[in-house]
């Protein structure tokens, strides 16, 4: 099945103890991305990857960083979570980055940084 | 600029009844994209429609119909004879199409329905 996955799917975490949310397709899609979604703010993009080693910083990209040594993987790290960063974060794909091609979205992780 | 805004925050209907959620976009494109997502209370993004700038036909899906006008740059979504199940937050959402496109979606601030029974 094609598909996005995210893990975890909740995670509650205290500031400065550094994570990762794993971001992972089964499609071959070359275009990943992450969103942060926030009450009355919508979604907003964090960081954004064209493909293995291209990456570039979206929206709201402080505090965040992101790599992409395989294609299937998009792995979202903060080093330094602080409350602020207390979201619900999307991981997607598309085959490639012209606005033609569909997204898929991941299930999304739900953080909590006390 | 390149923006979406979704002026209804939260809309209460009872079962039923017919309801319309609102979309404003701005973008500088002549080519660009336009969507809606569900988002159940189990939080992930379910994909309703995809409309591109060129189709201004309008479309109905079951209960659901979308309403595309670029002359005052709207795409609403109406849910007709609505149920509970569709107690949901929607967002609409714009993909430009400017150079070098980063495939990024704009969303607005999404619109909370409550179908009460």
């Known amino acids: 099945e094609a598909q996005v996955t995210q893990n975890p799917r909740y995670l509650i975490t205290v500031t400065g103890k550094k994570l990762t949310v794993t971001c992972s397709q089964n499609m071959n899609h070359e275009y990943m991305s992450w969103y942060r979604q926030d009450p009355g703010l919508g979604l907003r993009q964090i960081y954004y990857?064209?493909?293995?080693?291209?990456?570039d910083k979206g929206d709201v990209p402080e505090g965040y960083k992101v790599s992409r040594k395989e294609k299937r993987n998009f792995p979202l790290i903060l080093e330094s979570p602080s409350p602020n960063q207390t979201s619900l974060y999307f991981c997607a794909s598309s085959l490639g980055f012209d606005s033609s091609y569909e997204q898929y979205f991941g299930p999304g992780t739900r953080l909590t940084v006390t | 600029a390149q923006k979406v805004t979704q002026a209804q925050t939260e809309i209460s209907v009872v079962e039923k009844e017919d309801v319309t959620l609102d979309c404003v976009y701005e973008t500088r494109d002549t080519t660009y994209y336009l969507f809606w997502y569900k988002q159940p209370p189990s939080g992930e993004l379910v994909f309703l429609i995809r409309?591109?700038?060129?189709?201004?036909q309008n479309e109905i899906s079951g209960r659901y119909s979308w309403n595309f006008q670029k002359s005052t740059s709207s795409f609403n979504f109406t849910i007709t004879a609505s149920q509970v199940v569709d107690s949901a937050v929607y967002f609409c959402?714009?993909?430009?199409?400017?150079?070098?496109?980063?495939?990024?979606?704009?969303f607005g601030t999404g619109t909370l329905l409550a179908v009460q029974p």
């Open positions: 990857s064209m493909n293995v080693e291209v990456t």
């Open positions: 409309r591109n700038s060129f189709d201004e």
């Open positions: 959402a714009l993909r430009p199409n400017y150079g070098g496109a980063t495939n990024k979606l704009i």
